[in-house]
């Protein structure tokens, strides 16, 4: 048994693998929706899988954003002080709960992010429209676990970054010529678990509340 285990361990090793990217294949959209009705399926297959969202402006957001924190009692958020989302809600943090700043390795502060942070705002890289699903490109400034601890998850959306389908998000966002995280987090609702007797529960493997801000 070893023998054959060895021939075959050796013959994988010594096995000529072509590298080469395969050509990406020629996408055609089968559907090419208006701005607004991406919006509103997008917000549509959200909200049915138990999701909030908010629609705001350029120059609102951070007002919405204060309102969702107050009308869920939130004592702290923890955020990224390094993107430009970050910085605007730094920098008029006034009417906000505690700011808590991703900005050490998760070893040193992890009992405090899996039971003191109570929320976390996190940006994303677009939307799809027709499954009702953020993007999410993990990365040193917002990593994994901002959206995957927190009970409460805050996400902010640009509109003109909503996409018919996946396959377009690939193919206008140029992910075959980019380099590509770890993960590519694609989330369309809070976590949610069934057991054996069918019972939904929300939270038991992220966050219990998704909450998407539409700029």
Known sequence: ????????????????????????????????????????????????AQAEIYDATDHSWLMTLQHICQAKYLKNILLSPTTSWGEAIIENSTNL?????????VENWKQTLFEGIEAAFTSTYGGIADTGTLILWPDTQEPRMMSLVPPVHIAVIEKSKIYNSFAEALKAQHWNETELPANILLISGPSKSADIEQTLTYGVHGPKELVVIMV
Do not use: G
């Open 1 to 48: 048994m070893n023998d054959a285990r060895n021939t075959i361990l050796s013959r994988l090793k010594t096995a000529s693998i072509d590298q080469t990217m395969p050509l990406a294949r020629n996408i055609s959209n089968s559907v090419n929706w208006s701005s607004n009705y991406k919006v509103q399926l997008f917000r549509t297959q959200l909200q049915s």
């Open 97 to 105: 709960p505690s700011l808590k700043y991703y900005d050490d390795p």
